[in-house]
């Protein structure tokens, strides 16, 4: 059964500070690994999807990460910004034919302080 | 598009009784995922939809859960009876096709269900 973990649960960072945000999986064949972003009361939403063939992928200030072999993502904010402040998860598919069922991290709740 | 529209927002309610939660999927969208989301357990996935018909639905925790897509635009999740326990966030996601290999799932703002 995969596990997804992130650390640390919680991070406080000031603005302007670059930052790292981590998740490991336990089971390597992946499809894929998404990373989401979730404000306080509402639905998550997408920020980066990483194909299993790739290592790598941005979008604007976000850098996400994939080490299949080693079961672990990362997710690189750069110059953090107040806005910036929400609980991130990461999650990736069931390999085999339940590839739609997405197994969820915990979650890492990052505040960037003004 | 509206995005996936959930009603209601908030529901708070009895312990045994019924409780519908409604969800509208994101038009052209063949998928759509009932999730529950607490914060011991995290999100979990408790049905899956394919082109309206059930593909999935381990995740359901008990009998007293069910849920229904009579057509592609709408979907209910009901409680009957309802318990503390059910206390929790629930979520409507939908996405374009069939495989989250490929599909980002589109996520409702979740309903918060509090059962007293």
């Known amino acids: 059964k995969q596990e997804v973990t992130q650390i640390p649960a919680a991070l406080s960072v000031p603005e302007g500070e670059n930052l790292v945000l981590n998740c490991s999986f336990t089971?390597?064949?992946?499809?894929?690994l998404q990373w989401f972003r979730q404000d306080p009361g509402k639905g998550l939403t997408s920020l980066l999807l990483i194909q299993s063939s790739q290592r790598e992928q941005t979008s604007g200030r976000l850098n996400a990460s994939l080490d299949k072999s080693s079961g672990r993502s990362t997710l690189y904010i750069a110059a953090s910004q107040p806005g910036d402040s929400a609980t991130y998860l990461c999650?990736?598919?069931?390999?085999?034919?339940?590839?739609?069922?997405?197994?969820f991290g915990k979650g890492t709740l990052l505040t960037v302080n003004p | 598009d509206a995005g996936v529209i959930q009603s209601p927002r908030h529901e708070v309610t009895e312990m045994g009784q019924e409780v519908t939660l409604r969800c509208k999927p994101i038009?052209?969208?063949?998928?759509l995922f009932w999730y529950r989301q607490t914060m011991m357990r995290g999100l979990e996935l408790l049905i899956y939809f394919n082109n309206n018909v059930p593909i999935d639905d381990s995740g359901m925790p008990e009998d007293r859960f069910s849920a229904k897509m009579p057509n592609a635009s709408f979907s209910t999740l009901k409680i009957q009876p309802s318990e503390p326990r059910d206390s929790a966030v629930y979520f409507c996601a939908s996405s374009p096709g069939l495989a989250a290999s490929t599909d980002t799932q589109y996520f409702g703002p979740g309903t918060r269900l509090t059962v007293l």
């Open positions: 999650a990736v598919p069931n390999s085999g034919g339940s590839n739609y069922k997405l197994t």
């Open positions: 038009s052209g969208h063949n998928s």
């Open positions: 089971d390597s064949a992946i499809y894929n």
